[in-house]
DNA sequence: CGGGTCGGGTCAAAGGTCCA
DNA sequence: TTGGACCTTTGACCCGACCC
């Protein structure tokens, strides 16, 4: 409050008031701008016309009326007015570097707040994604989603190894992009494209009841999408199996990050922790308040990475495909499947997500966050009322063969 | 901006004597602010980015040029800056609670946006400010010590800080590589840059006697290593502590494997798991023979790789900074950080590498298995007779201290 | 006890975005 | 493309604790 001296231009909203008017045209001054009392019009037009030089010409004779009704009918004396009542053009700055989605930490309570302060930024947020990709994902969200329907001349034609083998397509029509055949043989066929979507009925983690049926159920479309891989099959069977047992749970995680399905703290204590059971004290790994927090952030951040279908397809091969794991009889061949997965994604960020050049990596070293929450305690949580009976191999083994 | 109205943008009322310039803009300064001599503009800046943990982009290569007229243009260099000149971020205190000064009249949308714009205030406090301040009065001494040495010719003319500035410099001999500077900043200076070269004395893994000394010395260099990236120092004190604490064992690990270090299993078992002490049963995590294994396992994965000197530097950073770690008080820095350190390596594997295509994924890919031994257990293996009187955070921070 | 320094905060007036 | 309603950022200026 430094100008304390003048009239102070409070601009009450509804009422008529001291309005306070723009000196050029005698609308509602929103402040002083460039020196002047003046409408947000005028601040605007006098700013775009200083800063990119425009030259106006009159039609007329320089001497058009300018007032609110007829601000825009004559750039050329809406300007030379701004001057007469000594709008200061060196007040105009350069422009700047257009404003970056600025985002903090948005977690926890903080999303909120911002959700509810800035609602239209989400949608720029989209929109200039949508922009941005217009070129590039769209025509690449068609062929995934129609490639079941569309053979793909050379690629598609029957279920065995064969077609995953190039992953990056030299012949590729637009020069080195995705595979399509990879692309559409680890996206599930049924898959939508869009988040947000639920594709699942009947699965509902919230509710405790629902608990361990939605987890198997969730949990076996994960083992029916490991087997829509067709070169999955290219490996040694024990060497399937071992993947499977090692990497479920992490595609567990990612599949629950992706279908969006909550994850809800109360719900999982009750399912898994709280309820003492004497068997539970003898076994090492107890699932408690912990672990359930760490899954919950875990899945928010997977989530705030904004990930869409496509990277979580090769992601969740990426995962599956782990050449480290202990006892592999094909270490290599695994090794080869991880590279195509990896190298898959690298590519398709590349062409979809051209503005963010560190994407690919941010997405590769999100991964070991999905250990953070061991498998032991990913079974407790959500699959404890049907492993009573059932071990957790025995139940992957029998998804696997019917899946 | 309130003298842009009338009165020339030009503040230089009575340019009377030497007026001292901000070290980051060259603007006039109003005084030392978080330890530089800034003027008001840089002040405010640097406060709010750091108060909201802001990461900026910058839209060009990160070496835009900073003066009175372009400082807005990009404010990731703007801050980039602010941090080359040694601003320090722990000197920025919490936000308050709004000034308590009698209020008059706002109107309701005021107060509204108002309320909702601070909403953290009223906690902290003195507690949290005296512990904050601690750290910042201690800097202030040392500047007011070597200000008289430094008669401001350019910016810093002793300290060695300016080295790692650009990361990606375009006056890079070959075009667009990596920076040398950046490769030589995070590889400590003495390092050799062949491969199989053991770079320190008297370490040799191999015999049980020196097992515990080599390992000390390792960890040192290692502590050192991180103390010779200049980034580092941008992060709150806390957050160094805490990506230290997180991150020293894999950093350890990679070390061993990055040298070439033997890691026999018969001298970890003696040294490590086998020797049953009384209070050894106690503890939880005991070190077996399949821990010991799946170390060996994992160093000779890496040394399998190939992987040379400049990727080992880059990967330690990218282990270094990890962004969800629980804690962070500035995560969205931390997660900048580690964005410069994997896309420069995977900037220099695309023009060091260029036949392997998936070289930079592997490499990322690789890194989860450092977590496959626990830290507590490199500790007992490597630590144990070091550490029967030292937690190892006291033993990390105090060679942080004297590295 | 006054003046300088450097934390804090304030808010006018710059900036920007985006639909009509 | 331009206009203009609406939101964010900047920075000159003020307050106050603390130290000479």
Redesign the interface.
């Known amino acids: 409050m430094?100008?304390t001296d003048s009239i102070a231009p409070?601009r009450?909203?509804a009422e008529a008031k001291q309005t306070v008017l723009c000196k050029v045209c005698g609308d509602r001054a929103s402040g002083?701008h460039?020196?002047v009392l003046t409408c947000d019009g005028c601040r605007g037009f006098f700013k775009r016309s200083i800063r990119r030089d425009l030259a106006y010409q009159c039609k007329e004779s320089n001497s058009c009326p300018i007032d609110v009704a007829r601000r825009n009918q004559c750039q050329a004396c809406r300007l030379k007015k701004c001057f007469e009542v000594r709008m200061?053009r060196?007040?105009v700055?350069?422009e700047?570097?257009?404003r970056?989605n600025?985002?903090?930490?948005c977690t926890n309570e903080e999303i909120r707040?911002k959700t509810?302060?800035r609602k239209q930024v989400n949608f720029e947020h989209s929109n200039q994604d949508i922009a941005t990709n217009a070129t590039h994902v769209a025509p690449k969200k068609e062929k995934v989603l129609d490639s079941p329907t569309t053979p793909e001349p050379g690629y598609y034609g029957n279920s065995p190894p064969r077609f995953l083998v190039g992953y990056?397509t030299p012949e590729s029509p637009k020069g080195g992009t995705v595979s399509v055949a990879m692309t559409a043989a680890i996206t599930p066929p049924h898959t939508p494209q869009h988040r947000q979507q639920m594709p699942f009925q009947m699965i509902y983690l919230g509710s405790p009841e629902m608990l361990h049926e939605s987890a198997v159920r969730i949990l076996f479309m994960t083992v029916k999408w490991v087997r829509n891989i067709p070169t999955f099959f290219e490996l040694p069977f024990r060497d399937q199996a071992i993947l499977l047992e090692e990497g479920w749970s992490e595609l567990f995680i990612l599949s629950i990050a992706q279908w969006n399905l909550p994850v809800e703290i109360s719900t999982l204590m009750a399912a898994a922790g709280v309820s003492p059971q004497p068997n539970e004290s003898v076994e090492r790994v107890i699932c408690g308040m912990a672990e359930i927090k760490a899954l919950k952030?875990i899945v928010e951040?997977f989530r705030a990475a904004d990930i869409d279908q496509t990277e979580y397809a090769c992601l969740k091969a990426?995962v599956l495909f782990k050449p480290?794991t202990?006892g592999l009889r094909a270490p290599h061949h695994v090794e080869q499947l991880?590279?195509q997965a990896?190298?898959m994604?690298?590519e398709y960020d590349r062409q979809s997500y051209p503005s963010q050049?560190?994407r690919?990596?941010?997405l590769?070293?999100?991964?070991?966050?999905l250990?953070e929450v061991s498998s032991k305690c990913i079974e407790q949580m959500f699959f404890r009322g049907t492993l009573d009976t059932i071990p957790m191999e025995r139940l992957l083994s029998d998804m696997f063969k019917s899946a």
Chains 1, 2 share one sequence.
Do not use: C, I
């Open positions: 430094s100008e409070r009450g909203k002083k460039y020196g200061n060196d007040a700055q350069h700047r570097a257009p970056t600025q985002y903090k930490h707040s509810l302060k990056v952030n951040r990426v480290g202990r991880q590279d990896q190298s994604l690298g050049q560190v690919f990596g941010r590769l070293l999100m991964l070991p966050a250990k």
